[in-house]
């Protein structure tokens, strides 16, 4: 017999199942959660690019059908949709995505390294290293094609080397640091260009300034080629990269506890960063805030994780539809895709500073 207000086991009301406080599979079931959230969000972004893509190389001011796009990729002339195609639309959209992922991918890697959402490779001076020494190869050695793409790497190392040097980055310091010295030899190198462009003659000027914004105009299939190749290799490398740099964001005590070696990864990360960024850079110009931009979306979609690939595809999205909006947004202007992808990134910068608190180490 049972007193009233005393319950047994046996007559107990059945309630959900809950895990007991020690949980054994709650790390798994979290894990698994993760990467189905990650495999949607990459296939929504994949589907969002190949949108973007069609519409890009289909669409605009001259339009082509599927089908005929379909019979000039495989051989068919057609009277001006094969050139409008295969010289402008095709090549613009192909360069983008290529420059997008890479610079995406950039930037994300960039700020896991400093674990701080303002950091990117053009706000710290990798992109403009890059830069600098493509206008210098540019206009003053009057060189082009390969010759700008080993100085842009050359240009971005450099400046990726003086940073973990000056910084002591490569040495666990905080990671304000990397992004002060950073910033400091951006403003130093922007003034060596300017100085490059002063003493050119006005062509050469011309020419460089708007390499400078930021353009897809004119970029080649043999330039394609070659970003393509560089993406291709790298950025698998990088984020293989990136599942070793995630421990070293948890210290470098840690790191070394579990095998892992802070220094070596660091400079690996660094090293296909500036691959990456140099390459898009010496075809495309510096285009602004897209590694900047990349980052925080892909983690505001993936809810606070850090994922390269997503990043990557974030970025070839931003550039594929900039370009677009940069060909056909202004009727009979066709902008540098820098110009929209700055202005997108300079509000987006402005509210990143305005709702990011410092932590107590900046602050102090």
């Not at 890479?102 to 890697?109: D, I, N, Q, R």
């Not at 240009?155 to 990397?178: D, E, N, Q, T, W």
């Amino acid at each position: 017999m049972t007193t009233l207000g005393t319950t047994t086991a046996a007559t107990r009301p059945a309630g959900p199942a809950t895990a007991p406080p020690g949980d054994p599979g709650l790390p798994a079931r979290v894990r698994a959660r993760t990467r189905r959230r990650s495999g949607l969000v990459l296939t929504a972004l994949v589907t969002g690019w190949l949108a973007a893509f069609l519409v890009r190389v289909l669409l605009g001011d001259f339009t082509i059908t599927v089908p005929d796009a379909l019979r000039i990729v495989t051989g068919t002339e057609i009277p001006g949709a094969s050139f409008i195609l295969m010289e402008s639309k095709l090549p613009r959209a192909l360069a983008g995505t290529c420059a997008g992922l890479a610079l995406g991918a950039s930037g994300a890697t960039f700020q896991a390294m400093a674990r701080n959402p303002l950091a990117s490779p053009d706000v710290l001076g990798i992109t403009m290293g890059s830069s600098a020494a493509a206008v210098f190869t540019l206009v003053v050695l009057g060189g082009s094609g390969p010759a700008v793409t080993v100085a842009a790497l050359a240009g971005g190392a450099a400046v990726a080397a003086a940073i973990l040097l000056l910084s002591g980055a490569a040495a666990g310091a905080a990671p304000y640091r990397m992004i002060l010295t950073g910033v400091a030899l951006a403003a130093m190198l922007t003034s060596v260009v300017h100085w490059v462009l002063l003493t050119a003659d006005v062509y050469r000027a011309h020419e460089a300034m708007v390499w400078l914004t930021g353009s897809l105009t004119g970029v080649r299939w043999a330039e394609i080629g070659r970003m393509a190749l560089v993406v291709a290799v790298a950025l698998p490398l990088l984020a293989a990269v990136a599942s070793r740099l995630r421990l070293v964001e948890l210290g470098d005590d840690l790191a070394h506890g579990l095998g892992v070696p802070p220094r070596q990864v660091r400079a690996q990360a660094m090293g296909l960063v500036v691959v990456l960024t140099a390459t898009a850079t010496a075809v495309c110009g510096p285009i602004a805030f897209v590694a900047f931009l990349a980052g925080p979306i892909a983690r505001r979609l993936l809810g606070g994780h850090t994922s390269i690939p997503a990043a990557a595809v974030v970025g070839a999205v931003i550039v594929v539809v900039a370009d677009y909006l940069a060909a056909y947004a202004l009727p009979g202007t066709n902008l540098p895709v820098g110009v929209v992808t700055g202005l997108a990134g300079a509000p987006f910068l402005l509210w990143l500073l305005v709702s990011t608190r410092p932590s107590r180490q900046e602050a102090a």
